[in-house]
């Protein structure tokens, strides 16, 4: 598969050379129809390869293709860890044991005693996130992060659930008091107008910005790899480089980089969504 994908760009490269105007038309259309550059994934190679119904298919689903497939793996890691747990752990045991402590310890840290019930959720976010970020760096895989729709839904998971655990804590009424403001004095009554729609717009930013954050983080990434990889391999088009080499590693510096900010994004997405529930509970628990 790595072959096949220095192979395809190699080509689309060396021909960029030897015929700029004619690819360079080919090229705006690209930009126009396919939007920002990106490394091709398998699915995009099998469709260049054995085109028909199903690699169509796929190439149309291909974001949620490679989310289902991290979401196997995810599964399949937790699943072989769990059944082969013992009393003297094992790598994978102790390797699981870290990251499960590590985060009830985060969100325990935030929102006290009571946010031992959102750990799965907080701790399923992260993890899966940051599988997502880093997939994109394995040669012919996919960040599925990368494009607005996931993290949409991801922040729209997070936006609904804390809603729920707002009614859920504190009950109709005390849910649209706390959107009003919780007013106590006459003076904040008479604000409430005012307060009730700033409330309003500012909770339905929430998913907005999380969903924007990660996205353009994650594909600026993915575009920066797509660059400095075509530039490399231009380069050594350019120079009439030995066929042996497929281009120069001038990307490779900033994969390094790219880990880093995918586990920072990862991390601030789940520390922004413990941060939404503890407004939740800190409220009812000022209430009480």
């Given amino acids: 598969m790595t072959s096949r994908l220095v192979f ?11 015929h700029g105007s004619e690819v360079t ?6 930009v126009e129809h396919g939007g920002p550059p990106e490394l091709p994934n398998w699915i995009e190679l099998a469709r260049e390869l054995f085109p028909g119904a199903v690699t169509d298919f796929l190439y149309k689903w291909h974001v949620v ?13 937790s699943v072989l860890a769990y059944r082969k747990r013992s009393l003297v752990p094992g790598p994978l045991q102790n ?60 922040a729209l998971c ?25 007013p106590k004095s006459l003076v904040e009554w008479f604000l409430v107008p005012l307060n009730l729609p700033l ?13 924007l954050r990660l996205f353009g983080n994650i594909s600026g990434e993915d575009m920066l790899l797509a660059i400095f990889v075509g530039l490399g391999i231009a380069i050594t088009a350019m120079f009439n480089g030995p066929k042996w080499v497929p281009g120069l590693p001038l990307h ?37």
């Fill in 252 to 288: 490779f510096p900033f994969i390094f980089l790219a880990l880093l900010t995918s586990f920072v994004q990862a991390l601030v997405f789940s520390l922004l969504s413990t941060i939404y529930f503890s407004l939740m509970i800190h409220h009812e628990e000022e209430e009480h």
């Fill in 65 to 77: 293709v490679f989310s289902i497939i991290v979401w196997l793996l995810l599964s399949y890691f």
């Fill in 8 to 18: 395809w760009l190699t080509n689309a490269l060396v021909a960029t050379v030897e």
């Fill in 158 to 182: 997070v936006f609904l659930y804390v809603q729920f655990e707002g009614i859920r804590n504190m009950g109709i009424l005390g849910y649209i008091y706390h959107f009003a403001g919780s």
């Fill in 95 to 154: 390797f699981i044991e870290l990251i499960v402590e590590s985060l009830h310890n985060m969100v325990v840290g935030i929102l006290g005693p009571h946010g031992k019930r959102y750990v799965p959720f907080i701790g399923t976010l992260f993890v899966y996130i940051f599988t997502m970020n880093i997939f994109g760096l394995l040669p012919g895989m996919f960040s599925s992060t990368s494009k607005l729709n996931t993290t949409l839904a991801l």
């Fill in 199 to 211: 409330h309003i717009i500012g909770e339905l930013a929430k998913p907005v910005s999380l969903s």
């Fill in 25 to 30: 038309e080919e090229a705006a259309k690209t």
